[in-house]
């Protein structure tokens, strides 16, 4: 599966296409196909979800420093899917914005686990982890971490929580750069004061479509 065919599958769960769990307040989906299993964590798409996001100060963890509100419920979701993950079989980890900064920690969770067939695709992640953390992405097994940002027009979103001196977050690593910023009028100077530069739709599926030809 591509990476576009990657982010056009969490924009159907977006749209409700995709069988949604939700566990200790972490909404995700498992699509089991006979040779991969996607773990998809959605984006922010509720009040919950919001609360999640503002909850920026970081947590101690065995992953390293995270972010408390993404990382908060993930555990829940492994002590409740573990069986349905089997370590024999590829596991394809994916998400945008909260669901981005969850996908990223969840590679580390199923690392440090044992798993060694994983993949972790993620679309305008934020800040997330120290570094630590991030950089234990770079060990993920069978492919290098792919996360896609919108930086050529300002996704704002993926430089947020903001650096503090007591809050050492680190950039996630390998940032691919994408060139799609709509807006109403489809002009692109317009994108960096439009929230549309952060869209899965609006902007990463369309990025990838149109690097893909």
């Not at 998809?40 to 947590?59: N, P, Q, V």
């Not at 896609?148 to 680190?170: C, M």
Request: with cysteine.
């Amino acid at each position: 599966m591509s990476d576009l065919q990657i982010a056009q599958q969490l924009q159907d769960q977006y749209d409700g296409s995709t069988p949604l769990k939700n566990t200790a307040g972490v909404a995700y989906s498992i699509v089991a196909s006979d040779y991969v299993i996607d773990l998809m964590f959605r984006g922010t798409s509720d009040l919950e979800d919001a609360k999640r996001d503002l909850e920026a100060g970081m947590i101690s963890t065995a992953f390293g420093q995270l972010h408390r509100g993404a990382w908060s419920g993930l555990l829940e979701v492994f002590s409740t899917e573990e069986m349905n993950l089997p370590k024999n079989k590829p596991i394809r980890i994916s998400g945008h914005s909260l669901g981005a900064m969850r996908a990223s920690m969840a590679a580390n969770i199923l690392s440090q686990k044992g798993w060694t067939m994983l993949e972790c695709v993620t679309f305008g992640c934020p800040l997330w982890g120290d570094s630590f953390a991030v950089n234990n992405l770079n060990y993920v097994k069978n492919r290098t971490y792919q996360n896609y940002h919108n930086l050529f027009e300002h996704d704002f979103f993926t430089s947020i929580p903001i650096y503090l001196p007591s809050e050492p977050y680190a950039a996630p690593p390998n940032r691919i750069q994408v060139w799609s910023a709509p807006t109403a009028h489809n002009e692109w100077h317009d994108a960096p004061y439009n929230i549309q530069c952060h869209s899965l739709k609006d902007c990463y599926i369309q990025a990838l479509e149109k690097m893909n030809g």
